[in-house]
C-alpha cells in the first residue's frame, strides 16, 4: 500500500533523522503520539544510551514520540499497543488477514477497543499500512 506525506511530516520525519541517524521506514502520529518505524536492529540506536536521542527528538518536536522496529505482523501489533500487554496476538487459524487479541482483563479490552470501536479501526488503519490485514478482533 502507498501513502504520501505532506511537508509537516517530512519535517519531524527530518528531526527525527537528525537526532537519531536513523533513517525511518515509516512516520504516523496515533492517539497523540508520533510513531517512527525504524529497521530491525535499529531502535537501540534510534533511542540512544538511556533514551537520550530519543527525549531530544520529543523535546524538539514537544510531542511524545514511539519508536518501533519493524518485525512480522505480529510483533509489530505487540509493539503498537505496548504498554499493554494481552494474553496473546495470533493469527486467526481460518483466515491469516484477521488478527485475534485475546485478553482476560476487561481494562485491556476497553483500552484496545476504544469509544465506538475507534482504537481498534485506527490500529487495524496503521496495520493496513504494511501488511494484509483485514480485521483486528479482542476476545
Do not use: W, Y
Not at 46 to 65: E, F, M, R, W
Not at 79 to 93: F, M, Q, R, T, Y
Not at 118 to 129: A, D, G, T, V
Amino acid at each position: 500500500m502507498s501513502f504520501t506525506l505532506n511537508v509537516k511530516s517530512i519535517q519531524i520525519i527530518r528531526t527525527f533523522t537528525s537526532v537519531t541517524k536513523v533513517d525511518p521506514l515509516d512516520f504516523f502520529e496515533h492517539n497523540g503520539i508520533f510513531i517512527f518505524l525504524v529497521p530491525v536492529g535499529f531502535g537501540s540506536k534510534a533511542i540512544g544510551q538511556g533514551g537520550k536521542s530519543a527525549k531530544a527528538v520529543s523535546a524538539k518536536l514537544k510531542k511524545q514520540i514511539k519508536i518501533i522496529e519493524f518485525g512480522d505482523k505480529l510483533d509489530f501489533l505487540r509493539k503498537l499497543i505496548s504498554p499493554l500487554s494481552p494474553d496473546a496476538v495470533k493469527e486467526d487459524p481460518e483466515n491469516s488477514d484477521i488478527i485475534l487479541v485475546e485478553s482476560n482483563d476487561r481494562k485491556t479490552k476497553a483500552l484496545l477497543i476504544g469509544r465506538n470501536a475507534s482504537n481498534l479501526r485506527s490500529l487495524e488503519e496503521i496495520m493496513r499500512r504494511h501488511f494484509s490485514v483485514q480485521e483486528i478482533k479482542v476476545i
